[in-house]
T-cell receptor, first 114, second 115 residues
Framework: AQSVTQLGSHVSVSEGALVLLRCNYS??????LFWYVQYPNQGLQLLLK??????LVKGINGFEAEFKKSETSFHLTKPSAHMSDAAEYFCAVRGPGGSYIPTFGRGTSLIVHP | NAGVTQTPKFQVLKTGQSMTLQCAQDMNHNSMYWYRQDPGMGLRLIYY???????DKGEVPNGYNVSRLNKREFSLRLESAAPSQTSVYFCASSEGDGFSTDTQYFGPGTRLTVL
């Protein structure tokens, strides 16, 4: 069964600092990977996804993520944090080789200090 | 284009009461999902429907039933609510009926409290 681990339930950064949110997957076959963001009291929306094309994926709001097969990772980064980036971030994994039903990580809350 | 809509936004129930959460999408998507979100647990899949007329259990189906009324609508029913079902419920949809690369589109959620 495929699974995904997000290291750190909370990440705190200062405004302007680098954002790094970690996601590792467990799957014998490289899966498709997604990052979703959830702003307070809202549903989730897609930030970016990896579907086996380019390993460096650019998303909305200046975020990007790099798929590294050797490390089974798909970490999310942003060079300079804004106050508006404060939200909950979820990594998710789907097939191939496993179920097309997504499996979500437990989420990482990003806190941005002025 | 409203996307995915959910009703109600908030609900308080007493133990043993029943209710139905409604979800509709206007994107002509084939797949629809129901999740619950609890602190520190991420999103857990309750039921999903890969196409009109089919439904399947997810990770945590006990205590819930679903109906795919038509292509647009997918409802979640709690027959006898329990305090353990206090949660935020999200409905989602995606275009295909089995495509792993599809993006999921989420509704705004229903906050349910069971006393």
């Amino acid at each position: 069964a495929q699974s995904v681990t997000q290291l750190g339930s909370h990440v705190s950064v200062s405004e302007g600092a680098l954002v790094l949110l970690r996601c590792n997957y467990s799957s014998s076959v490289p899966p498709y990977l997604f990052w979703y963001v959830q702003y307070p009291n809202q549903g989730l929306q897609l930030l970016l996804k990896y579907t086996s094309a380019a390993t460096l994926v650019k998303g909305i709001n200046g975020f990007e993520a790099e798929f590294k097969k050797s490390e089974t990772s798909f970490h999310l980064t942003k060079p300079s944090a804004h106050m508006s980036d404060a939200a909950e971030y979820f990594c998710a994994v789907r097939g191939p080789g496993g179920s097309y039903i997504p499996t979500f990580g437990r989420g990482t809350s990003l806190i941005v200090h002025p | 284009n409203a996307g995915v809509t959910q009703t109600p936004k908030f609900q308080v129930l007493k133990t043993g009461q029943s209710m139905t959460l409604q979800c509709a999408q206007d994107m002509n998507h084939n797949s629809m999902y129901w999740y619950r979100q609890d602190p520190g647990m991420g999103l857990r899949l309750i039921y999903y429907s890969a196409s009109e007329g089919t439904t399947d259990k997810g990770e945590v189906p006990n205590g819930y039933n679903v109906s795919r009324l038509n292509k647009r609508e997918f409802s979640l029913r709690l027959e006898s609510a329990a305090p353990s079902q206090t949660s935020v419920y999200f409905c989602a949809s995606s275009e295909g009926d089995g495509f792993s690369t599809d993006t999921q589109y989420f509704g705004p959620g229903t906050r349910l409290t069971v006393l």
